[in-house]
């Protein structure tokens, strides 16, 4: 239990230092349980924006967050 509020911290401390776009869209693809091409229709881009803000975002992240 322990380790999953640890984790849970982790994520939340990567996800608020992310930009905005990037963050709704990890939002949206983990805890919202959406496609990204249902994602991409409710911000109004294109999936494959969807796709690289994702990977920009992940990759953000990994290296300990931040732009």
Same mark, same amino acid.
């Given at each position: 239990i322990v380790m999953e509020q640890e984790r849970g911290r982790l994520v939340e401390q990567a996800l608020s230092c992310l930009p905005f776009r990037q963050r709704k869209i990890v939002e %949206?693809?983990?805890?919202? $349980?959406?496609? %990204? /091409?249902? /994602? %991409?229709?409710?911000?109004?881009? $294109?999936?494959s924006s969807v796709s690289v803000s994702h990977k920009r975002a992940l990759k953000a992240m990994r290296a300990g967050g931040g732009r």
């Open positions: %949206a693809l983990y805890f919202g $349980d959406r496609k %990204a /091409v249902e /994602v %991409a229709e409710e911000i109004g881009c $294109d999936q």
